[in-house]
């Protein structure tokens, strides 16, 4: 993985971070999981969440976006309880407010904003966190 690049998880697959190396601050690979459902779904984003807690927590951004039902909510949690700065969209610009308010709801979410504000509220938790 590396930065400015973008991960995809396969369709009925999950995705997790991975640091073999145990170094702090890196996720060296992403791994490709078969598996239960987790949260009803696979791929499900508390797995891929859950991961990123363990492998570079306080050095983390977890953001949820629009979408139905719950998933990522538990996982967003583990990741601020970790030490990760949260994100989560808005409900005025959400298509599907369940996701974003799962996570609200069970106090995962340290901000909420709207969608065209999320690259800079990611960019500005990461400017401020560095070295920490």
Excluded at 7 to 26: H, K
Excluded at 105 to 130: F, H, K, M, T, W
Aim: hydrophobic share 40%; net charge positive; glycine share 10%.
């Amino acid at each position: 993985m590396q930065p400015g690049c973008w991960q995809l998880c396969f369709s009925d697959r999950r995705t997790g971070a991975r640091n073999p190396a145990r170094l702090p601050t890196t996720i060296r690979s992403r791994r490709i999981i078969d598996g239960p459902l987790v949260s009803r779904h696979r791929p499900s984003v508390d797995v891929l969440f859950r991961s990123v807690a363990t492998c570079v927590g306080p050095k983390a951004v977890g953001v949820i976006m629009t979408g139905m039902g719950d998933d990522g909510a538990q996982g967003l949690y583990e990741m601020k309880e970790a030490g990760a700065d949260t994100i989560a969209q808005d409900e005025a610009t959400s298509i599907v407010f369940g996701m974003p308010k799962s996570a609200i709801s069970c106090g995962a979410v340290d901000i909420v904003v709207p969608l065209e504000q999320i690259a800079n509220a990611v960019l500005n938790l990461r400017s401020r966190s560095v070295g920490r």
